[in-house]
């Protein structure tokens, strides 16, 4: 055999491979029904001790309560989006006549039913919450979840559905986790005046930065050269590249009044992503650190302080 046959035999089985194994992480992380489980934040390699064992039951008992209510609550609303994916979501209304509307936005590999405890604080509030189902989630469509770059553009649909419905409405944004960065991602795009504020709990800087901190939690493995070719293969195949899907890039052309949030523990979307996106902001903005809460724990470690924080914040741009 020819020399440059075996280069070429051997240059087809590296990218064959490398295809190979891209495939497989993005079907793992982000293929609806993939691989890739957490409990509310943590994966299967976590350790999770007596005290976060006691936080995640009491995480999960509330989530069911308020799933119900929820449910019981809301009306199913069903959108298409410009390329023709049909998006679920919830719209449960505000006790009296409102024009403020909250759209409220879950986190990885939930759903619009899983926000049941945001949606009930909001109502309280006086809000209509509008709370979808993102890509590839719940009884959305959609062959794989875009980690809030792809939902961003869904974001703008909602907005408009709602403007349809009243328009001078007054929104809120509100995401926790994988919904905050879509929310704080939603920001980097054209929204209209009617979008007042928007609250995030835990969102990551990039999808390239939550991925890496994951590679090298979950598999041990440093970002070179394996994520560039996954996220190579994600730009081809899923629609998007890790890097371009950046909140913090988002947030530097948002004048959008802001409010972070984000425990001090969490070491799943790392802590240290809040001063970086605090920094990114460039419109008005706050911040609310909780001592001691890991990855989606703060409004269950200081549930009082962290919704009078957001009806303080959000009142000051709505009626």
Known sequence: MKKHTKV???????????????????????????????????????????????????????????????????????????????????????????RKYAVVCHGYKDSAAGMGFAAYNFVKMGYNVLAPDGRASGKTEGGYIGMGWLERCDVKGYINFILARDPQAEIVLYGISMGASEVMMAAGEKLPDNVKAIVEDCGYTSVWDEFAVQFRNIFHLPAFPLLYLISLYAKLF??????????????????????????????????????????????????????????????????????????????????
């Open 8 to 98: 070429v035999i051997a240059a087809a089985a590296v990218i064959g491979a490398a295809a190979a194994v891209s495939k497989y992480f993005c079907d793992f992380a982000l293929k609806k029904g993939g691989g890739l489980k957490l409990r509310a934040g943590f994966t299967k390699n976590s350790k999770i001790d007596e005290v976060q064992e006691h936080r995640l039951d009491l995480l999960k008992e509330r989530t069911e309560k308020y799933k119900a209510w929820f449910t019981e609550n809301s009306e199913d609303v069903y959108l298409l989006t410009n390329g023709g994916v049909k998006v679920h979501a919830l719209l449960a209304k505000a006790e009296g006549s409102s």
């Open 238 to 319: 899923v629609g998007y590249g890790f890097k371009e899907a950046s909140a913090e890039e988002a947030l530097k052309r948002s004048r959008i009044p802001i409010l972070m949030i984000h425990g001090t523990e969490d070491d799943f979307v790392p802590f240290s992503m809040l001063d970086r996106l605090y920094n990114a902001a460039s419109g008005e903005k706050e911040k609310l650190e909780i001592k001691g809460a890991k990855h989606m724990q703060s409004d269950l470690l200081e549930t009082e302080r962290y919704w009078k924080t957001v009806q303080e914040f959000t009142g000051k741009y709505t009626l």
